[in-house]
């Protein structure tokens, strides 16, 4: 960020030295490899999962075998499948969750900054109003109001995520809104929508993109925490969370490991690879803001 | 000085507006209490009769202000479920969950600060990555996955510790009692708070670290120990205490999970059953309390930030 704070868009060979500074990273590089495999996985899950996730068989309980590699559940599910099917909900409501909250963030943190004065004033309000509730309460109230489900579960926790992203992309507009290339375009008497999305927001991709590894991350914990709290995407169609949702029964906990520890593992690899991605991609955008 | 805490307090006025009408809004949204209240035998002309007694005839604005009006008073309205008010409901369950977010702040800080300034001292050693690295496994473990395994282990397999509730039923109820049915929970919250703080610790401490007057202090050869102690560890404080202000939020929402696997006596536990039943005063209630909490919160961080900063502008 340092050596183009004065100057244009992210070209092509400031992406190169991004690049070269994230490989040096080796735990973040291994990360990236293994998220890239969970989501191909994830995405064809229809085509190399065993079984029907949902397909009821007469082997309940069943402890992994070669016939079931992980199990099959209390009705006889195939949990290899299941987890397969699981991991892609899970992705896919991380992914559009962080996809929405970065947007409305994003938008309405370049309005606040940009503009200032009365509008700034309100959307912080706004922002500072959503970040005193406890998280996770509005988004149980939520749930419980409209109903669990997949989209609703996506449009909640996309709602509610968004004022760190307002917060941060404001700052970096009141930062860039001072240099002289934007004061430039100000002067030049370009229109507003041209200095915002063409000027200001290449400049701040940056830490929006950081800021977004670590809602997709949060969004995937929190998914767990509803599911796991039967207030998430709800059965039959297997969530991360809602699989754990099974261990609160002590005979699962005791004796029947392979209905909660894969799913548990999944979930703890793919937050902890996100992270490390993310904090790998800090440290490649931004060399000069070293933790 | 003064001219900055009416300025912050100004600030925040909007905002506990702005909290209480999200509150009421979305109370209203749960649907009307006269819904709640049909039953068989509830006649037209009674609801209507109950509709005025309630205030509901009147418009949304109105009914907004009345019931400011009353949470003002304290009046929180009453339980759907136990006809309780609600904020007895809350007192009489804010005391376990003070007890149990207070402790694990305590102990996941007293984790995280010996570690992050290890760390932050030892930058950029193989010591410092793996600590690094380890942190971000209490950040990235699900609390509820963790309860799982510290039930298994501790309570299933080496019946140590118990799993549930405040005391043990019919038992004994001093400290010691209480301590132990503590440790667990306790200890899963510790671990996520010390994953997140470890690193704030850490990034705080070295830039205090290459400011000019730690330098200075090195150079006069005060010792390692007096330099890091009293000169770099007091000026980290400063942002490590605006980040512990505003984790409140996530540590409550941490302790409704936690209060609900362990099944911990507190405000948690009776938001997550009144979630359920759609007790919705008592779930307003909670989070108009906890949103006024964190905003107070924040603001006397504000206030002791400026005050312990002599560089902040007023």
């Not at chain 1, 993109?209 to 039967?230: C, P, R």
């Not at chain 2, 400290?175 to 850490?202: C, E, F, K």
């Amino acid at each position: 960020m340092k050596q183009n704070s004065e100057g244009l868009e992210y070209n092509n060979s400031t992406v190169k030295m991004v690049i070269g500074r994230f490989r040096k990273h080796k735990l973040a590089v291994a990360s990236l490899y293994f998220l890239c495999f969970m989501t191909v996985l994830a995405i064809l899950a229809p085509i190399i999962s065993p079984y029907d996730p949902n397909k009821v068989s007469t082997s309940f309980s069943a402890p992994p075998s070669l016939a079931h590699w992980l199990g099959t559940d209390q009705i006889g599910r195939d949990m290899f499948s299941r987890l397969l099917y699981a991991t892609r909900i899970s992705l896919f409501v991380g992914f559009a969750t962080t996809v929405i909250s970065t947007v409305i963030g994003v938008v309405l943190g370049l309005i606040a900054g940009y503009f200032g004065g009365i509008v700034d004033i309100i959307i912080m309000r706004i922002t500072d109003t959503i970040m005193s509730f406890p998280y996770i309460l509005l988004v149980l109230v939520a749930a419980a109001i409209f109903g669990p489900g997949l989209w609703n579960i996506i449009l909640i926790l996309g709602f509610v995520d968004w004022p760190g992203a307002a917060r941060l992309v404001r700052g970096n507009v009141l930062s860039l809104r001072e240099t002289n290339f934007v004061k430039g375009n100000i002067v030049a008497g370009m229109p507003n929508r041209y200095i915002l999305f063409s000027e200001i927001l290449p400049n701040t991709i940056g830490p929006i993109l950081v800021y977004a590894t670590s809602v997709f991350a949060i969004t995937i914990l929190d998914e767990a925490a509803l599911g796991f709290l039967g207030m998430g995407v709800q059965p039959p169609t297997a969530s991360l969370g809602n699989i754990l949702n099974g261990a609160e029964s002590i005979t699962i906990l005791t004796s029947k490991f392979w209905l909660w520890v894969p799913a548990g593992v999944i979930i703890i690899l793919l937050v902890l690879s996100i992270n490390f991605v993310g904090d790998a991609l800090r440290d490649a955008i931004d060399p000069s803001a070293k933790e | 000085m003064i001219k900055y805490i009416i300025k912050r307090t100004m600030i925040a006025i909007p905002v506990l507006i702005g909290i209480t009408i999200l509150d009421y809004a979305i109370m209203s949204l749960a649907g009307s209490p006269l819904e709640m209240m049909i039953g068989p035998k509830t006649t037209e002309a009674a609801l209507e009769a109950k509709a005025i007694q309630l205030g509901l005839d009147k418009p949304f604005y109105v009914q907004y202000f009345v019931w400011l009006m009353n949470v003002l008073r304290g009046n929180l309205g009453y339980s759907i479920k136990s006809y309780q008010p609600v904020s007895q409901i809350i007192g009489s369950h804010l005391g376990p969950t003070l007890l149990l977010m207070g402790t694990s702040m305590l102990v996941g800080l007293a984790i995280a600060i010996p570690i992050g300034i290890y760390s932050a001292v030892h930058r950029y050693t193989k010591r410092d990555y793996t600590l690094v690295t380890i942190s971000f496994f209490g950040t990235s473990i699900p609390s509820f996955f963790l309860s799982l395994i510290f039930i298994y282990l501790f309570t299933v397999k080496l019946g140590w510790l118990p799993s549930s509730g405040i005391k043990t039923a019919g038992g004994d109820e001093g400290v010691a009692d209480l301590i132990w049915h503590l440790i667990m929970p306790v200890l899963i919250l510790a671990i996520s708070i010390a994953g997140s703080n470890i690193r704030y610790v850490r990034s705080a401490v070295l830039e205090i670290l290459q400011k000019d007057y730690v330098r200075t202090a090195k150079s006069k050869g005060i010792g390692r120990f007096l330099t890091i102690n009293k000169h770099a560890l007091r000026n980290a404080l400063i942002p490590i205490v605006t980040v512990i202000g505003m984790q409140i939020p996530m540590l409550f929402g941490g302790a409704v999970i936690i209060e609900q696997i362990f099944s911990w006596p507190g405000l948690g536990l009776i938001t997550m059953n009144a979630i359920t039943g759609r007790d919705y005063p008592v779930i307003m209630g909670v989070a108009l309390l906890t949103a006024v909490v964190v905003l107070l919160a924040n603001l006397i961080t504000d206030i002791v930030y400026a005050l312990v900063d002599p560089t902040i502008k007023y």
